[in-house]
């Protein structure tokens, strides 16, 4: 089974999408954070990732892989553990440029549904119910207002040690959404079929329980979205 999770940064969707693979003993693919993964290395190996011939050689040499370290999802790129350095700012402002690319997007489709193949799997991103896992047997779109998700982003960025006013991750956030969404190449979209869930004034607990109620309806075929 595959529940895809979808919805703009800082919604709610990895948390919720965290507890809801534990709860259910699913594996949890975090395809954000393969983005990440990717702008970190373009970022570090300083790659000009619109030159097409420095693309491909990108591209041949980037390996990711996911293992589960202590529970916990850990990426790997050629070898070296990255899950700590992807979270900064400097990631998130530059990652939504570099997810735009279609080469880019195309390999990391394919990888997304390897990496889910033969699992029972909560895959979270904001094409996965349309695109990478269209026939996905259930579908969750969460948004929040911006306001919340600034508030939210901020407590994340503490706990690892960033300061950053709550105006600037305002502006982040909106101006994340509309390159997510107006891009060309499968934007954000919430699919016909998702259940869309407005976390804003909803605590955690209330989120997964949401979600979990609505798989059981889906499980017994009472739930025709
Ligand atoms: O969920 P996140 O903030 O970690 O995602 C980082 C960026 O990756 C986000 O700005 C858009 C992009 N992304 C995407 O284009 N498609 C996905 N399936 C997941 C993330």
Known sequence: MIIAIDGPAAAGKSTSAKLLAERLNFLYLDTGAMYRCIALSVIEHKIDIYDESSQKDFISSFNLELKTV????????????????????????????????????????????????????????????????????????????VEVRAKRRKLELQNIGETISLKELRRDIKARDKHDSERSHSPLKKAINAIQIDTTEMNIDEQVNYMIKNVNLKKIGKNNK
């Open 70 to 145: 202590d529970g916990a999802p850990d990426f790997l790129v050629n070898g070296n553990s990255v899950t700590k350095k992807i979270r900064t700012t400097a990631i998130s402002k530059k990652v939504s440029e570099i997810s735009a690319i279609p080469a880019i997007r195309e390999y990391m489709v394919s990888l997304q549904r390897s990496f889910a193949k033969n699992n029972n799997c909560v895959v979270e991103g904001r094409d996965i119910g349309t695109v990478v896992f269209p026939e996905a047997e259930i579908k969750f779109f969460i948004i929040a207002s």
